[in-house]
């Protein structure tokens, strides 16, 4: 079914799975763009209009979800979202969606001040289109010791006249920023950043414990004092144990302060749960301490997403994927990652996870970075109609973005 053939008014049953919600017998109904109501079949019937949804019966065993939403993302099938190629990043964004993953921020990677302003210009058009849900750059003010899969040739303290640069290349569709707190001028950087709407989110990173809860400390500050609705008060990290040493118990280290602020509700964690950036029974045991509604499952995927092992590009440097792992072709750094969002969900789950906290952390907790905690990542009436329908196996039947069937 293509996006053309799905009336205005249709109504799904199966079992509906969300933050807050598990019915078993479900039923939801969409009207236009949007949810026109999500709740136990019985009580459509008193549902005003309820008979003029076409209804839709499912198989047995299909659970219903809301779209997924991906915080960390640098592309797909080829497309390449650092590139500023505007055909492959439009191929990228239609995978992306047709997988399931129905709002995503597009990053970019540390590159040449140029290639990151020209990229951003490209890609403030797709998000001012709704493709997407805003750009994230990753860079260019991280750590040279934990710069991972970042050229360290384009890496800096942060630079004031670079970042308005970036905002403005980005038409104010810069949502978020990966940086280094140990970095001279950080502090700086994150009155800048919030006063101009970008989330900060620290990463790639070589600070001991005390520089970073007190750098997190900071951005909480900002982001509680900036008195935007819907803005976020927690920021995030970026993608938590990748890019930063390992927790020693004589030198905790960015991830001992990032799991006791996380597990306070201060601050959100990435998780890239695909099972080779993080162990499974790691993932399960971060859900455990620190909670689903701390999380924020990522991808961090590369252009290699969807297509076959062979090399691609993720932004100035070369890669190489072999048996669906990307590392650098230099150094064979880890560089990225290439399961869609909902192989995460899956990852997830399959590590120990309960399906509705996973939920949580791949819909709800995105969406309030995103000041649209009222508008996605659930299913409620008057929330947006992003959808999947999923087999009793988590296997992708359909995708409905916008109420249009994408699958």
């Known amino acids: 079914m293509t996006s053309t053939d799905s009336p ?184 800048q950043l919030v006063s101009q709407g970008v989330v900060p989110s620290l990463g790639h990173t070589d600070a001991d414990a005390s520089t970073t809860a007190a750098s997190l400390s900071l951005a909480r500050e900002e982001l509680a004092s900036a008195g935007v609705d819907g803005f976020t008060e927690r920021p995030t990290v970026t993608h938590l144990f990748n890019g930063m040493p390992p927790m020693h118990h004589r030198a905790p280290g960015p991830v001992a302060a990032c799991l006791e602020m996380a597990a306070q509700g201060k ?37 290699a997403t969807g297509l076959a092992d062979g090399t691609y590009e993720l932004g100035p440097a070369e890669v190489m994927v072999s048996n669906g792992e990307a590392r650098l072709a230099s150094n064979g750094s880890l560089a990225g990652g290439t399961a869609s969002m909902l192989d995460i969900l899956r990852f997830t789950v399959a590590a120990g996870v309960d399906l509705r906290d996973a939920l949580v952390s791949a819909t709800k907790v995105p969406a309030s970075v995103l000041g649209l905690i009222d508008e996605a990542g659930r299913l409620h009436q008057g929330f947006a109609a992003d959808l999947l329908v999923l087999d009793a196996d988590l296997g992708l039947q359909q995708v409905i973005r916008n109420g249009k069937y994408l699958l």
Request: glycine content about 10%; overall charge negative; charged content about 20%.
């Open 8 to 191: 205005d008014r249709y109504a799904l049953t199966g079992r509906l799975v969300s933050p807050g919600r598990d019915i078993t017998k479900g039923i939801i109904a969409v009207e236009g763009n949007r949810i026109a109501f999500a709740g136990d079949v019985r009580e459509f019937s008193f549902f005003d209009e309820a008979g003029a949804f076409e209804l839709r019966e499912s198989p047995e065993g299909t659970i219903i979800i809301p779209g997924l939403i991906d915080l960390h993302c640098h592309g797909a099938a080829g497309g390449d979202f650092p590139s500023g190629d505007r055909e492959k990043i439009a191929t990228a964004i239609e995978h992306l969606h047709r997988s399931g993953t129905t709002s995503f921020l597009a990053s970019l990677v540390t590159a040449s001040r140029a290639d990151m302003l020209a990229s951003a210009t490209v890609l403030s058009e797709f998000a001012q289109r709704g493709d997407i849900a805003g750009i994230h750059a990753e860079g260019p003010f991280l750590s040279t010791v934990r710069c991972g899969a970042q050229d360290p040739a384009f890496l800096s303290d942060p630079e004031p006249d670079f970042v308005d640069a970036l905002i403005d290349a980005s038409a104010g569709q810069l949502r978020t920023m990966t940086y280094a707190p140990e970095l001279p001028g950080a502090d700086a950087l994150l009155e």
């Open 267 to 303: 601050i959100i964690v990435e998780l890239i749960a695909d099972g080779v950036h993080l162990d499974p029974d790691m993932v399960r045991t971060m859900f455990n301490l620190v909670g689903a509604e701390s999380i924020a499952l990522v991808t961090d995927s590369m252009a």
